[in-house]
Structure formats: C-alpha cells, structure tokens
C-alpha cells in the first residue's frame, strides 16, 4: 500500500490561488470606501469653515480689535509648498503604473519631505505668533481650523511613509497592484484642497 505525502508548498500555493480568485469575484470597493472617508472629513471641514464665517458675519470687527496682522511670506510659501507636493505625488502614480518602483518610491519621498516642510513651516509660524489659543476668537478658530489640517498632514505623511515601507517587500506594488499608492496620492490631495480653502479664508478674506 502506497502512502500519500502532501507538499506543503504546494498547498499554500493553492491557498494562495484559491484567495486571489476569491478575491477577484468580488468587486473591489476599497477605492469607493476610501472616497467615503474624504467626503466624511470634508463634512467635517465644511463645517469649521461654516463656523469661522458665521463668527465673521456677526462680528462688529473681524479679526476682533487689537489682533496682529497675520504675515502672509511664510504662510505664502507653506502653500507653494503643499501645492507642488501634489505634483511630486501624482509622478510616483504615473511612475507605478509603468512598473517603476524605484521611481515611485522617490517621488513619494520627495513628497514626504515637503509634508514635513510644510509642517516645519506651520510649527515655526505658531511660535512667532503674537496671540495664543484663548486671545480672542479669532485666535481660537485660527489654531482649531490650521492644527486640524496639520494633523490630516502629518496622516498624510504616515500613510506615504507607510507605502514606502510595504514598497520594499518584492513585488508588493506594481502597474497591477497599486490602491496603497493611489489611495495616499488621493488623501494627499484632499489634504491640498482643504488648504488652499483655509489659507483663502483666514489669510487673504
């Protein structure tokens, strides 16, 4: 009687098989669950910058009397900054999808690095400012509308540094297999969007 012996890698092989194929008969909804999640934190946003303009509206004088002028150089160049960066990032898309990996991975370090920048620039500009948190509620809805964007900014930069890393493992990302990369390409420019609203709003209104 002939004993039977299973090769174990062939049987992960077909549990591989069996999981792709699986996953293939259902549509895939990562990208719509993500678009979502952006539609939900715009709500969010639209409703900050409903609030600001509401405190505007009703306010004798806005920004109240007696608030610093707000210098526009630095703020300026913070959106110069995070616009270009939208660029940069939409070349690491355009690289993955011709099976570049080593030019994906550059752009979105690149991108990273301006992430970073922007942030830098935003953490010097809050140590110059001449009012703090509880000075009026100008001052208040200024730190709560920038903090929070700088928070969905340093998401943004831990979401690229996290395909970075999963970039590494051999044939993770290629002109096939690509939502990590286009999902943070895409939260990256809602993060953009958001900013230009705000700089629009609390520097140049």
Sequence with gaps: MQSSTIDPSKTELNYHHKAEETHEAHPDHRLFGLLVFLVAEGMIFMGLFSAYLTFRAVAPVWPPAGTP???????GINTLVLISSSFVIHQA?????????????????????????????????????????????????????TG???????I?????????????????????????????????????????ILFFLLYIL
């Design 69 to 75: 002028e707000l210098d526009l150089l630095l703020p």
């Design 156 to 196: 943004g930069v831990l979401a690229i540094m996290a395909v970075l890393w999963r970039s590494l493992k051999p044939n993770h990302y290629s002109s096939q297999h690509y939502f990590g990369i286009e999902a943070a390409e895409l939260y990256w420019h809602f993060v953009d969007i958001i900013w230009v």
């Design 148 to 154: 929070f964007h700088g928070l969905h900014v340093c």
């Design 93 to 145: 898309d355009t690289a993955i999808k011709n099976n570049n990996v080593v030019g994906m991975r550059n752009w979105f370090i690149v991108t990273a690095v301006m992430g970073v920048l922007f942030l830098a620039g935003q953490g010097y500009e809050y140590s110059h400012l001449e009012f703090g948190l509880k000075t009026n509620l100008f001052a208040s809805t200024f730190y709560v509308l």
